[in-house]
């Protein structure tokens, strides 16, 4: 079994928990309040600005200029690839993007990032792999079952195009050298090794579970911009 299998299977009940989520299947049903979006999305503009800084530890990290050049990437990604649907929505939603950076973070938001950016401190190129995983991957996994799941109604969903770029095949490829990566950098760990890597994989899919949480409830503090 693949590294990455054992990995899914560990936070199986967890990601599971996502596609029953409110807010995941208020989305698909196109019925998701716009104020809720709202804060989604500003909450998790100022998220990704936090975890690219992740992925620069994993640039300082890394062994080879390989690994180097696959860290940068996956930093431009999530600033510049991944935000252009954010930037699009929060336009159409009256949210400017430099409006949105002068917003507070909420309590999970600042967890999660703190969280990641501590591992990427203490550990190494494993232990940032595991701490980063969890987002793309389960946004991937949630892409395709609300596609799959309401693929036959998505003219009129006014979150489309959100749903089609999480299932789409530019982001297929992005996570399958993702799954491809961690496996081989993961292929001779010792049982210590393996524990302390899913222990970080399953704690990073529990912080996911709380952002969605977070982003349906009601704003614990108010954007000051």
Known sequence: MKF???LFEEAKDIWESYLNHPFVREIGEGTLPKDKFKRY???DYLYLKEFAKVFAMGVIKADTVKEMKFFNKAA????EDETAIHVEYMKK???PPVEAEKCKYELVS????????AVSLTGGVK???M?????NWSYNYIGHYLYETYKDNLDNNYYKEWIEMYADQEFDDVLIAWLEYTNELCKDLTEDEENKLKEIFVKSSLYELDFWNMAYEEAKKKCQA
Do not use: F, N
């Open 41 to 43: 999305l500003i909450q």
């Open 4 to 6: 990455t299998d054992c």
């Open 110 to 117: 600042s967890s999660y990032t703190s969280y990641m950016q």
């Open 76 to 79: 431009k990604g999530s600033m």
């Open 131 to 135: 701490a980063t995983l969890p987002c």
């Open 93 to 95: 939603l009256g949210v």
């Open 127 to 129: 232990e940032i792999v």
